[in-house]
């Protein structure tokens, strides 16, 4: 085996998004274990919603990633429990996603019972281009399923950001 | 290496890796541990998990089918996210009834006959309007929301991460759909009219949601689902309608494989490219 000069969890990690190219999936939180043994490594990553289709394409660039990195054997596998949550975003994912012009999601709160209707709009977002917090929210689905639109009132420029789920 | 993620899928043509959503799809479930645990009845499961995966399908394909018809951009993206998040649970549902009875999701998918899906009639009827989208989403999404909290804690461990999946998702699904359902109910006299309209038309659908049935692995009481309802119709301005439920055929109906006579339509078009080319993969 070609000696690996880094590990297998930084390689993994540093695989980027394909919706979110700013983060990488060690950022979003999906990358859940590496395991490495002898010259294998076996790779665990959790989709963010059920249908998202990038998971076969990041398990693809993973697994491409870590054989250029030297390891012969590798395995990507997926688990579904616990489920994600956009909380796993790390601090630095959250700047990233800031810097990049998408708002980061606010902390979930989750309460045991009923999941309770919510008829009033969610809490406004912060803007990312002016910090404003004086937003709404245009619409509870973007481009991708884990974003939604907003459009700030102090600057007037619509904006994205990571739905809190 | 490539900044862009893509940018090496579209340049290296291999059998394995192709350009994005190219060469079949993998095992939504590939990796994870589908033992059925001892105790409990594989073939119930599989049947189980089939009821509810086409349930998720039949309805994904219904909203689909109003992609680029939409009033806004908005509530395309917004309809097509929660048909993805749809598909997606049906997949995962297909895959885990797969895995016991030894077919691919493709299989159950694209080659049963209408008479061997087990979904609830609800989704199979055409809406007439955006009133009937966003009232069928509603009735749909809390029900279901219902049945997944439920399912969360199932003895299955992956039937039992599905539902806690589905359960964020169907969230956001319920919210969307009450929140235009106040819209228009409390808007203008049309609107009102329009909005009263869709949910008698949806009504007669509601009963067999909660009809007891052998299929059923957890069950919820309509009362769950009802105080949800109520709340948004009071917010609306609207009325439940009173309507009597459409009638079981010789005491059968979606569960049993008994159709509304739209359903063949729907399984003929969803069908149609694979079963036309049986062996292809994309």
Sequence with gaps: MVSAPVAAWDVAAATPDPELPMLTIGDLGILRAVDEMADQVVVTIT???????????ISADVERRL????????????????AWSSDWITVEGSRKL?????APPSPVRRAHGPVPLTLDPRPAATCPRCGSAETTETASFGATACRSL???????????????I | MTENPYGWLADEHTDDHRWAFGTGFTDPLAGIDTTVPAGLDAGALATFCLALGDDALVYSH???EWMTRMPELEEETAIANIALDLLGQARMLLARAGAI????EDEL???????EFRNVRLVEPSDHDFAELVGRLLVFATWRLALFERLAEHADPVLAAIGAKGVNELTYHRDYAAQWVVRLGDGTELSRQRMQTALVNLWPYLDELFRPHDVDLVTIQRG???????TVFATAGLERPDVPARALVGGRAGRDGVHTEALGYLVAELQSVARAHPDATW
Excluded: I, N
């Design chain 2, 62 to 64: 219904r909203l689909q």
């Design chain 2, 101 to 104: 009875v030894g077919k691919s």
């Design chain 1, 150 to 164: 907003h459009r700030c009132a102090a600057c007037d420029e619509p904006f994205e950001a990571v739905k809190p």
């Design chain 1, 98 to 102: 800031a810097e990049a012009g998408v």
């Design chain 2, 109 to 115: 998918a694209f080659f049963r006959h209408e008479h």
């Design chain 1, 47 to 57: 989709p963010t919603y059920s249908g998202c289709p990038a998971m076969r394409e």
């Design chain 1, 67 to 82: 054989r250029l990195a030297g390891w012969r054997a590798v395995e990507v596998r997926t688990a579904l429990a616990p």
């Design chain 2, 224 to 230: 769950e689902v009802d105080v949800v309802l109520d």
